[in-house]
């Protein structure tokens, strides 16, 4: 919950490219970061912070609680979202940093390769949670 709230806050100071070039001013990045992905990101940290009270000082049933905390399981996997943010850095007009054409290519495939691993982790996650979620089975 915490490395999602601070995520949220460092987003506002993020830059991204427009037309081949880096936009970093303040006012530019937190403007354009409300019109994307402010209101998923706050809303699912929000989230978080709720389940977090609700653990921690719950009233009610610990079954209601249970309930909370699986519906709570599907909104975190919104975040899914966020991932794609990796394949735009994948198709930036912007290259890296390296200099040969093996270098950035190396790059593209690790950066592939960490997309790919991502998606499998969080359709892993959604199997898990669907597996887990009823009590009735076959």
């Not at 978080?48 to 599907?74: E, H, K, Y």
């Not at 850095?89 to 691993?117: C, N």
């Amino acid at each position: 919950t915490i490395y999602w709230t601070v995520d949220v806050c460092a987003n506002f100071f993020r830059g991204y490219v427009v037309n081949g070039i880096v936009e970093m001013r303040l006012r530019k990045t937190a403007a354009a970061y409300v019109k994307s992905w402010f209101c998923l990101d706050i809303t699912l940290v929000m989230m978080d912070w709720l389940v977090q009270l609700l653990t921690n000082f719950g009233t009610g049933s610990p079954w209601a609680l249970g309930r909370a905390a699986r519906t709570m399981r599907v909104w975190r996997a919104l975040k899914v979202l966020k991932l794609m943010r990796l394949r735009r850095l994948a198709t930036s007009p912007v290259k890296f940093s390296v200099g040969s054409s093996t270098g950035q290519t190396a790059m593209r495939v690790v950066t592939w390769m960490a997309l790919i691993l991502s998606l499998n982790h969080v359709t892993a996650c959604l199997w898990y949670a669907l597996g887990s979620s009823s009590q009735t089975s076959w």
